[in-house]
Each structure stands twice: as C-alpha cells, then as structure tokens.
C-alpha cells in the first residue's frame, strides 16, 4: 500500500475547519538557539537600540532550484514581476493557487545563472517542488530540510543577520573595511574571518543590516569573528523568544494559512503532499471560527502584498488576481495597538481562582501555527487579526491585523475578540478559559516610524 497522501487525509477528516483548529501541534519553535540569551526585553531593546544577531541556521526550509528553466518555472510561479531580476539580486516570491489565494512566501535568492535558493516556510517549497517534479521544466530541486526535520546535526549553509543601529559599525570591525554601500534587497561578496560570505543588504525591524549566508563548515568561524567585531558596540544575541516578536515591529504577517485544501485544480496537487507534511499538520487558533476552510485563505492584498502583483508576465493565479483587482474592494494590513488598561485585565484573570481569560505569554502571544482572531466594531465583524504579541520597546501589546475597507484608518476604535469559544480547542496550548473582547486603536503598519521610513525604500526594490 502506497504512503497516504494529503488528499485523502482530508477526505476522512471530516469538518476542516475542525481538523485544523485542533490539530496537536503549538506555534512554530525557533531550535537551534536559547530561548533566550540574556533576556528577551533586553534583546528586543538591542535591535531598536544598538544591534542584534540573528542566527537563522535552524527554523528554516531552504530549496535550491537549477537548471536551464529555473527562472521560468520561477517566474510562472510567482506574482512579482521578474523584469530586471539578476544574479545578487533577493525579493520576496509568493504564489498563489490558480483561485487567486495566498501558498504562502519566502525570500528568492537569484545567486548565479540558472541557480536559485528559497528560503522560508515549508508550504511555498512544497509547492515549487511539486512543480519541478510535474511539470515539462528542465530543472533539479535540492531540499534542505529545517533542523527540526532532520537528526544528522548539520545544514548546507549557515544564515546569521547583522541589524540594528550599529550593525554596519559592527561590519566594518569584522570585514577590516568599510561595508559595501548596497540598495535594499542587493547582495554581493565579503570576506569574514578568512572565509567567503555572501551578504543581502537586509533588515527585519527597519534597521539597517545584512543577512550572512556560506558554508556549513564555516558556521563557527563566522558566527566567532561577528560576536567579537560587536563586543564593544552592545552587540546581543537573539534567543528564540525575542525572534518571534520581531514581525510585530516590521508588520511582515509571517504565516499566511496555505489555501491549498479545496479546489478541484489543487487535487493533484493535495495528491502530491504526504499525509505527514505542513499542511496535514497546521494549526489555527484563535477567536475566529469561518463556515467553512477558505474562511482562512488570504490574498496578497490582505497580506500587504498588492505592490507585488504585477500583470507583465503570465503566472499560475493570474485571471484570478485580475478580477480580485478590478473589483477592488480589498482588506488592508494594519497594526491594532491594544488598550493596556485592558490587557492588564486579561492577564490579572490568572490571578483569580474564578473564570479566566486565554493567558496572554510574553513576548508572543501566539498558540498555533496560524493565528486568526476576530477584530470587531459595534460587535460586527470588520477585520481579522493574526500576529499578536508585546514589544518592550513600544510598551504595547500589538497584534498585525487584515481590516475591512472603512477600518483601516489609522486611530479607528475597534475591539479584539481574544480566546477561542467554548472554552477552547483541544490543542495542548488551549487551557479552559472564556472570551473577552480588548479594546484596540487602528495603527500605522509597520508600527515603528523607523520601520515604516526603511520599508518605503524596500517596497519599491524589492517587488
């Protein structure tokens, strides 16, 4: 009997909705680093204040795709436009489904001719997979499996980022010479402890940086030369708990839910994925409980991604996203700040013995893979909300949330719908508790005034 594909899975699963707010599985983990190195407040503060190093080696997937069709098949596959696209050159590549709906994204690294590498989430990999292996494309795929995945203790390649106020003073220190003045999303060569490094010009928080990649081998000597280069201009190192609230700064939502599971055109696709990958796994929680799966699905203007979608070149999705443009009409991506008065709220309900609220973690407040909870005005739905969690540096709790047109002004007044109903899932992060509403203001995305300056710039290089 052959392995049991994802199809089938779904086809016994009953109510899909079910299945995914109740699938066994909590966020995504960060391994390979401490949760924390000294601690995540002061991590957070180093990013905004002075500079951090992300080690990047381990929560990822990364693809390598070759051949004399791989910008082809690349450029079918994604709605960005590939006009002027060149080796050292980076952007960010999200498909869609032939319906118009957001797979998922990654980062496209173009490295050499004919040689590309996908760095990302595990549902935008699968699907370029499934297309090399389906399709007339001359092209070969090479996975490198997240460290979770695998047991032989190492990778292809090392990934670490430099950010912060003092990352391009830190550069200078470790390359012995002033860094390479690159636009957004550029990439060229460095020579770090002796060792060939390539570098993307690159920040996640808005700041200034450069995300390092090179061999495995030189994993130790690199990642050596750049902690001493930062030791006297308050270089920190970030544990996994800091990394995940990072997003809530920058306004990238890192985990768009693969609208994969319907569809007659998806079936051979659904066929395709084992009963063991991503999306037999996921995850979803929160307040928002749609009649059916594609309550889920997202489209790139929801995300944030309406500049990337570009009409030039023919690509799965298209006719689709063509009549999304025309009717307009589109939600907006936008920061909630919560009020603090109700937050205190939420989190002194543990300190009773009487109904609680669903407890709010520090500095990621996220329980599953997949965030949704309902954003609400007057007690009517207007919006969804998907990461959530507290920057040390702003003092708020904030959440990255897609609105309805009408709600996206920033300083609009809407409400949170915080916990699941019923007294929540069955996922092993759900204790028993009840639903509160958090009141919200509508904010500017990304939040941080030195994010939002360093993101027009990287708007407009990287599409």
């Known amino acids: 009997m052959g392995a049991q594909s994802l199809e089938s899975l779904l086809a016994g699963a009953g109510n899909l909705v079910d299945m995914v707010r109740n699938q066994q599985v909590g966020p995504n983990v960060y391994p390979g680093v401490p949760a924390e190195y000294s ?6 503060w180093a990013w905004a204040h002075s500079a951090v190093l992300y080690n990047q080696s381990y929560h990822m997937v990364d693809l ?4 004399p069709d791989a910008f082809k098949m690349l450029e079918y596959l994604g709605i960005n436009s590939f006009k002027n696209f060149q080796p050292d050159r980076a952007k960010q590549f999200v498909p869609v489904t032939p319906y118009g709906h957001v797979i998922g994204d990654v980062i496209l ?12 989430r595990a549902p935008t990999i699968e699907w370029v997979e499934y ?55 550029h990439m060229c060569r460095m020579t770090i402890a002796g060792k060939q490094v390539r570098a993307l010009r690159h920040g996640m928080a808005g700041q200034p ?150 407890f709010m973690e520090y500095p990621s407040a996220v329980y599953a893979m997949h965030p949704f909870d309902q954003v609400l005005s007057g007690g009517k739905l207007c919006g969804l909300s998907t990461w959530i969690g507290y920057t040390a540096n702003e003092g708020k709790f904030l959440t990255l949330a897609m609105m309805e047109p009408g709600f996206a002004e920033p300083g609009t007044e809407v409400s949170l719908l915080w916990g699941e109903p019923n007294g929540g899932t069955t996922k092993p ?22 994010a939002r300056d360093s993101y027009a710039e990287g708007w407009r290089t990287k599409k």
């Not at 390598?64 to 051949?67: E, K, L, T």
């Not at 500049?307 to 996203?321: Q, T």
Request: hydrophobic share 40%; glycine share 10%.
């Open 64 to 67: 390598a795709v070759r051949g």
């Open 209 to 358: 940086g450069f995300e390092l990649m090179g061999p495995w081998e030189d994993y130790g000597a690199v990642h050596a030369a750049l902690v001493e280069a930062g030791k006297d201009l308050g270089l920190a190192l970030v544990g996994g708990r800091a990394y995940s609230s990072n997003t809530l700064e920058s306004g990238w939502i890192p985990s768009p839910f693969p609208a994969i599971y319907t569809g007659d055109e998806l079936k051979p696709y659904r066929e395709w994925l084992s009963a063991n990958s991503y999306e037999a796994k996921c995850s979803v929680g929160g307040s928002w409980v749609p009649d059916s799966i594609e309550g889920y699905y997202t489209t790139p203007w929801d995300l944030g991604y309406g500049p990337f979608v570009k009409f030039d070149h023919d690509f799965v999705g298209r006719a689709a996203l063509e009549k999304m443009a025309a009717a307009g009409n589109h939600r907006t991506k936008v920061t909630l700040a919560l009020d603090n008065e109700d937050v205190m709220r939420v989190q002194s309900s543990a300190l009773s013995k009487g109904e609680r609220a669903k």
């Open 39 to 44: 601690n995540w407040r002061l991590e957070q």
């Open 109 to 120: 690294f173009y490295l050499d001719e004919n040689d590309f590498n996908l760095v990302g």
């Open 429 to 450: 992060t759900v204790e028993p508790h009840v639903q509160t509403e958090i009141k919200a203001v509508v904010a500017a995305v990304p939040y941080s005034e030195v």
């Open 131 to 185: 297309h090399a292996a389906s399709g007339n494309w001359n092209v070969t795929v090479e996975r490198d499996e997240r460290w979770a995945m695998r047991s032989d203790g190492r990778r292809n390649n090392y990934r670490f980022q430099i950010q912060g106020p003092n990352a391009m003073a830190i550069m200078e220190k470790a390359l012995g010479q002033t860094p390479p003045d690159l636009k957004f999303f």
